[in-house]
């Protein structure tokens, strides 16, 4: 008898654990959604909307509320599909940095080459955080 009941409260006290751990990669996940938002803010000179041309504008934008909407619900609604708008909220900057630096983007030249511009950097740090814990949190799940 008192086995099984010393098996109840570790398993209580495991799985608070892990509700903790849970909570902690969920909130990192979200702040990492606000910093990418954040960042891509900071770089068209927060509301003043001076990026052109006008698709790269409105990539920002979908970003920054892609991002902030993301990371609410990563706090609310921790579902899958929100750790893939994670993914995704990371990916599409990641890309966009190689293409903007690398080839160019029609009318858009402005970072060309420019590949070690610090807050570009920053962002791909940023970005490359939130993709592992994007992947991690919709990883295979281990069942007893």
Request: charged share 15%.
């Amino acid at each position: 008898m008192a086995d099984s009941a010393s098996m109840d409260n570790s398993s209580l006290v495991e799985g608070g654990s892990s509700v903790r751990r849970s909570l902690a990669i969920r909130v990192a996940g979200a702040l990492l959604c606000l910093a990418v938002s954040y960042v891509h803010l900071v770089d068209q000179s927060f509301f003043a909307f001076d990026k052109g041309p006008t698709y790269v504008l409105v990539g920002y934008a979908i970003l920054e509320l892609a991002g902030i909407v993301t990371g609410v619900l990563l706090l609310v609604r921790p579902a899958r599909s929100v750790w893939s708008a994670g993914a995704l909220v990371a990916a599409g900057p990641m890309i966009g940095y190689v293409l903007s630096r690398g080839p160019g983007l029609p009318g858009y030249s402005d970072d060309r080459g420019n590949w070690s511009e610090q807050l570009g950097v920053a962002s791909l740090v940023i970005e490359v955080l939130l993709l592992a814990f994007a992947l991690a949190a919709m990883g295979p799940r281990s069942r007893p």
